[in-house]
């Protein structure tokens, strides 16, 4: 069963600790993105690869770090940085990361701040 | 700047009748929509599509409609099942990007469809 699996589904944060939440994807898709969803809020664009080895920050990068060393997996790295970093994260892929591609999303990971 | 904007948060509807679910935007080099629909702590799935070339597209149940002059564009229900009850969220495309595929979202429409 093809997709993209996220986790952990829920994750709480210390202060001034980092974070990394997995995305892992079986779609062989080249283009993998991290959305930021806040309540009430349409969805952020944080990073996104159209190839291993190679990503581009979105609208919101700041306090975020992610690497693409495999083709199925697009890990996001929330730091201390980011002072406000509790939201609802997606991760999504598309089959190139061309213009009118649709995306396909995992199911989330809710993060909070303890 | 909100580029796409989704100005109702929530939306009843009767079980049978039609939805109607709105979308404004202001960028006109967009020129790819798509509706997504989202239950809670579930990530969004992907419902429907149209290019700026057509006015309609329709599959089943949902229909979209665009008015490229008005910039806005409409998702239609017919008709309503409990089962959409979901937040719908409008996004957009740029023709040209210039690398990778950069959707702007819509704020979502809450939809509730009652018996």
Redesign the interface.
């Known amino acids: 069963d093809g997709g993209?699996t996220?986790s952990p589904?829920y994750l709480f944060r210390k202060e001034g600790q980092n974070v990394t939440l997995s995305c892992e994807q079986n779609l062989n898709h080249d283009?993998m993105?991290w959305?930021r969803q806040d309540p009430?809020?349409?969805?952020?664009?944080i990073y996104?690869s159209?190839i291993v080895n190679d990503f581009?920050k979105?609208d919101i990068a700041e306090g975020y770090s992610v690497s693409r060393e495999k083709k199925e997996s697009f890990p996001l790295t929330v730091t201390s940085a980011q002072k406000n970093p509790t939201a609802f994260y997606?991760c999504?892929s598309?089959i190139s990361?061309?213009?009118?591609?649709?995306?396909?999303?995992?199911?989330?990971t809710?993060l909070s701040v303890l | 700047d909100q580029q796409v904007k989704q100005n109702s948060p929530s939306l009843s509807v009767q079980e049978g009748r039609i939805s109607i679910l709105n979308c404004d935007y202001t960028n006109s080099m967009f020129d790819y929509f798509l509706w997504y629909k989202k239950y809670p702590a579930e990530g969004p799935t992907f419902l429907i599509s149209i290019s700026s070339i057509k006015d309609k597209n329709e599959d089943g149940r949902f229909t979209v409609f665009l008015n490229k002059s008005a910039k806005h564009l409409s998702l239609h229900i017919v008709p309503s099942q409990p089962g959409d009850s979901a937040v719908y969220f409008c996004a957009a495309s740029p023709i040209l990007t210039g690398g990778g595929n950069k959707l702007t979202f819509g704020t979502g429409t809450q939809l509730k469809v009652e018996l």
């Open positions: 993209i996220q589904k283009a993105y959305y009430g809020q349409g969805l952020r664009l996104y159209q581009q979105g997606l999504a598309s990361g061309g213009a009118n591609e649709k995306l396909f999303f995992g199911s989330g809710q």
